[in-house]
């Protein structure tokens, strides 16, 4: 499957944005992720969704703020993020692994299919 994230963009400290993660094929087949990265620094989970959305899990810098939806007839996942922060400034990749369960999962090592990520940028 082919992963494109968007909806990245500038934004200012407690603003809010909408990235979305839109898959090539049935969507409803993979558990999906969210994962950022600044330079230099490892790859951190964000949040995933189970297959038919009934399990999310979130990262702890970002539960609260952030909901995680999917929408499986658009094939898209969805990341609202609320009162953003400039820690939050990152480039933003969503992930897919296929899986026969309701699991989730938060290590960026269990998924096989990556997107291009889109950047956020949050301004104090």
């Known amino acids: 499957v082919q992963l494109q994230a968007s909806g990245g963009g500038l934004v200012q400290s407690g603003g809010s944005l909408r990235l979305s993660c839109t898959a090539s094929?049935?969507?409803?087949?993979?558990?999906i992720g969210w994962f950022r990265q600044t330079p230099g620094n490892e790859r951190e989970f964000v949040a995933t969704i189970s297959r038919a959305g009934r399990r999310k899990d979130y990262g702890a810098s970002v539960k609260g703020r952030f909901t995680i939806s999917r929408d499986n007839a658009e094939n898209t996942v969805y990341l609202q993020m609320n009162s953003l922060r400039p820690d939050d400034t990152a480039v933003y990749y969503c992930?897919?692994?296929?899986?026969?369960?309701?699991?989730?999962?938060?290590?960026?090592?269990?998924?096989?299919?990556w997107g291009q990520g889109t950047q956020v940028t949050v301004s104090s």
């Open positions: 094929s049935r969507a409803s087949d993979y558990v």
């Open positions: 992930a897919a692994r296929s899986s026969v369960t309701g699991a989730t999962y938060s290590n960026r090592y269990e998924y096989n299919n």
